[in-house]
T-cell receptor
């Protein structure tokens, strides 16, 4: 069975600081991994995804994530936070039949 | 704008009632997914259709049903509604049924059961 764990339901960083959102997964087969972002009153939008190949994946808005098989992790990072990054972020793992989302991490940005 | 259209945006109904949520996928997308998002359960996958056929089932209650029509729009039917069914219901679409395909989400239908 597959599962996703997002560590920290709420993360707060200062504007310009490093953003690190943690995601660990469990999968019995090579996983497809995703990060989605949800802005208030909107649907989810894909930030980036890992399927195969390069383990460092670059996404939109300056975000990137690294697939680490040995640690079963897919943490999301951004070198310098902007106020516009304030949103809810979801990590997800997909199998042949369905996609499972983590519980989400709310990112707040302090001026 | 993701290109996925969901109607209505808001719905308030009483317990025991039945409602239908509608989703129009992006042009060219054959897969439609339904999700339920609530504060206590998070984002839960309900069901997936591909080109009119059911492809995958998640945590969908027996009181809920869905279908995808020949024009590829989809409807989610919720019946015998309970207070706990109050949630945001999202539809998403993708071009294929492959799990590594990006899904595009609509803005959701907020259902309130009173």
């Amino acid at each position: 069975a597959q599962s996703v764990t997002q560590l920290g339901s709420h993360v707060s960083v200062s504007e310009g600081a490093l953003v690190l959102l943690r995601c660990n997964y469990s999968s019995s087969v090579p996983p497809y991994l995703f990060w989605y972002v949800q802005y208030p009153n909107q649907g989810l939008q894909l930030l980036l995804k890992y399927t195969t190949g390069a383990t460092l994946v670059k996404g939109i808005n300056g975000f990137e994530a690294e697939f680490k098989k040995s640690e079963t992790s897919f943490h999301l990072t951004k070198p310098s936070a902007h106020m516009s990054d304030a949103a809810e972020y979801f990590c997800a793992v997909a199998s042949a039949s369905k996609i499972i989302f983590g519980s989400g991490t709310r990112l707040s940005i302090r001026p | 704008d993701s290109g996925v259209t969901q109607t209505p945006k808001h719905l308030i109904t009483a317990t025991g009632q039945r409602v239908t949520l509608r989703c129009s996928p992006r042009s060219g997308d054959l897969s439609v997914y339904w999700y339920q998002q609530s504060l206590d359960q998070g984002l839960q996958f309900l069901i997936q259709y591909y080109n009119g056929e059911e492809r995958a089932k998640g945590n969908i209650l027996e009181r809920f049903s869905a279908q995808q029509f020949p024009d590829l729009h989809s409807e989610l039917n919720l019946s015998s509604l309970e207070l706990g069914d109050s949630a945001l219901y999202f539809c998403a679409s993708s071009v294929s049924q492959a799990p590594n395909t990006e899904a595009f989400f609509g803005q959701g239908t907020r259902l309130t059961v009173v």
